[in-house]
């Protein structure tokens, strides 16, 4: 048997990164397979649709180098790979449920639908449909679709049965029938439901895992009747657990830190994140916290995913990704840093400050706070100044006295510059941290910065002097 698997992600909305680990854990399963990944676009909520979003998910996938063998991009022997282009397929596979009676026309409009499970939810009963189009003669209720009444076909599902799911990491799932809805499969407009298209769907391009989140567990049976109705064979079953917030909550679309577009602008780098995603659930066997995708790939197999629904700690990615940033060769992380620099700096500029600040970010946006001052003169409140104590009659003093042995350097170096400032807080017997302090925010605006002296000597003699001039100007203010 070829390993397939997919996803099978909605274009109504920008991707999540939550299909970036469903697409993790179906890529990394297949290539340790040597089978084959699949994207396949469920398009048909028409309503919902978004702009650009197939465009952007397929964008994302390629940023994290999980790039599909078959999709409506990368086309295979199993398409069309949208769903709203292969809508006479469904409507084949619905009337052939029709003829042999395991689904029906039904023909009750909004209004009455809505009243039925009104009165269902008032009764304290789940809100189901009540059947009465289950009881229509076939051939009268045909007769009426010829005649051009507005129809939907629904499942028929079979009284006072349990139906087993199988899942891979769950065990066997049972359900009483008489708690499943008689779903509807092909809507009036011609466009299936997610049931009937993932079932056909999936059978015709010879999916061998679903891999869904827990989520659709509810939706199993339906799914299992559908393909024992057309007596095909199953696929593994995978309920993938959901992705939780810290304080246990369900990670939703609704917060910013679900978009992968929100994960590339905060500076995070795509294998750190593929890196997170894959301890999501599942734990490397040498108990490692970083390794690259080729080891994941190696080592992930679908039965060993924890069904438990694991957290997505921002501050364990941050870790990871300061960890990677940290691997990676400083010509190549130039590069990466100027794509989220909010300013314009020499590459020499950036290059040279790049090991004093690797061991201090994170994230590539945090680099902006940390080089600004190489850019621009920063605006700071003067109070920083006093950050350790003093003066301002101390403080002035102190400027002057810097500003002084600054100039009288003749070659401005990293040993020049570290010998005339010590002399200075030495000669005058200056508190050490005070003294420092004062000196680090006239030169960069901030209270935390790269290395000091290798900061003055990178931004030049002249701009450092241009800088203990303005914080002059700042305490006579």
């Known amino acids: 048997m070829t390993v397939r698997t997919r996803i099978a992600p909605s274009p109504t909305g920008y991707p999540h990164i939550g299909t970036i680990w469903q697409a993790l854990v179906n890529f990394a399963y297949a290539k340790k397979n040597q089978g084959q990944f699949i994207v396949r676009i469920e398009d048909t909520d028409r309503e919902r649709l978004v702009p650009q979003a197939e465009k952007k ?9 999980l790039v599909a063998d078959e999709s409506p991009v990368n086309q295979g022997d199993y398409g069309p790979y949208r769903q709203s282009e292969r809508l006479d397929l469904y409507q084949q596979h619905a009337q052939q449920l029709i003829a042999k009676g395991q689904a029906y026309y039904c023909f009750c409009s909004q209004e009455r639908l809505d009243q039925v ?7 304290g009963k789940p809100p189901m449909y009540d059947r009465r189009c289950h009881q229509l003669d076939p051939q009268k209720a045909q007769a009426r679709v010829d005649q051009g009444e507005e129809y939907v076909v629904r499942l028929k599902i079979p009284d006072q049965q349990t139906i087993v799911v199988s899942d891979l990491i ?25 049931h009937l298209a993932v079932v056909v769907d999936d059978h015709l391009m010879k999916i061998t895992h679903m891999v869904r989140g827990e989520e659709w567990i509810s939706s199993a049976p339906k799914i299992v009747l559908l393909y024992d109705y057309f007596a095909w064979q199953k696929p593994v079953f995978i309920h993938t657990p959901l992705l939780r917030n810290p304080d246990k909550t369900k990670l939703s679309k609704r917060q910013s830190h679900t978009a992968v577009s929100w994960y590339r602008q905060e500076g995070y780098l795509p294998q750190a994140i593929l890196n997170f995603l894959a301890l999501l659930g599942w734990s490397h066997p040498q108990e490692k916290t970083t390794f690259s995708l080729d080891e ?48 314009k700096i020499e590459d020499k500029k950036i290059l040279k400050v790049i090991p004093l600040i690797k061991e201090r970010i994170n994230k590539l946006t945090d680099v902006n706070d940390l080089v600004e001052f190489l850019a621009k003169d920063v605006d700071y409140d003067k109070r920083l100044l006093f950050d350790r104590g003093g003066n301002s009659q101390l403080i002035k003093k102190q400027l002057l006295e810097i500003e002084q042995k600054l100039k009288d350097i003749k070659d401005w170096n990293l040993e020049a510059i570290t010998q ?13 941290g ?12 901030r209270t935390v910065t790269p290395p000091l002296f290798e900061s003055m000597e990178i931004l030049g003699q002249e701009k450092t002097l241009k800088k203990i001039s303005l914080a002059l100007k700042k305490i006579k203010a």
């Not at 065990?171 to 779903?183: A, L, N, P, R, Y």
């Not at 992930?300 to 940290?326: C, E, H, M, T, W």
């Not at 005070?434 to 605006?445: C, I, K, P, Y």
């Open 170 to 194: 769950r065990g066997e799932i049972k359900f009483d029938s008489t708690t499943v809805d008689d779903q509807i499969l092909l809507k009036s407009d011609g466009f299936p439901t997610y």
């Open 296 to 343: 994941y790939i190696k080592y992930f197999d679908l039965k060993d995913l924890s069904p438990a629904g694991p957290i997505v700690d921002l501050q364990k990615l941050d870790y990871l990704n300061g960890a990677y940033i940290r691997k990676t060769a400083d010509k190549q992380l130039l590069q990466l840093i100027k794509q989220h620099l909010k300013f």
């Open 434 to 445: 005070q003294f420092f302090m004062t000196l680090r925010v006239a030169v960069t605006g």
């Open 117 to 123: 499970r009104k009165k269902m939810v008032e009764e």
């Open 57 to 65: 998910l397929f964008q994302a996938l390629d940023w994290f180098g």
């Open 420 to 432: 005339a400032m010590r002399d200075v807080c030495n000669s005058r017997d200056y508190n050490r």
